[in-house]
């Protein structure tokens, strides 16, 4: 089992930046891999961005150039997101995938207006 914990999401003008934390209740690197998700009004939710316990990330294609995915050493993952724009908003999910086995955290709003 992991518990995650996400912080940081807000109102922010296009242009703007914001940076979201997410912590973990155990090591993250004694999972597979951290990931942020988001989900907009009325769509499915979708990958923003990942890292692996090796330290491989994978973005969006829409997110490429603009948003970081990080971590420290010990139990938090950090979504750098740069230039944001309206359709960036969503409520972002901080997710932990471990042999198999999905954990989410309760998601954090991000609004970004025009």
């Known amino acids: 089992q992991v518990q995650l914990v996400e912080s940081g999401g807000g109102l922010v003008q296009a242009g703007g930046s914001l940076r979201l934390s997410c912590a973990a209740s155990?090591?993250?690197?004694?999972?597979?891999?951290m990931g942020w998700y988001r989900q907009a009004p009325g769509k499915q939710r979708e990958l923003v961005a990942t890292?692996?316990?090796?330290?491989?990330t994978t973005y969006a294609d829409s997110v490429k150039g603009r948003f970081t995915i990080s971590r420290d050493i010990k139990n938090t993952v950090y979504l750098q997101m740069n230039s944001l724009k309206p359709e960036d908003t969503g409520v972002y999910y901080c997710?932990?995938?471990?042999?198999?086995?999905?954990?989410w955290g309760q998601g954090t709003q991000v609004t970004v207006s025009s």
């Open positions: 155990r090591s993250i690197f004694s999972v597979n891999s």
């Open positions: 997710n932990a995938f471990d042999w198999g086995n999905n954990y």
């Open positions: 890292i692996t316990r090796g330290g491989s």
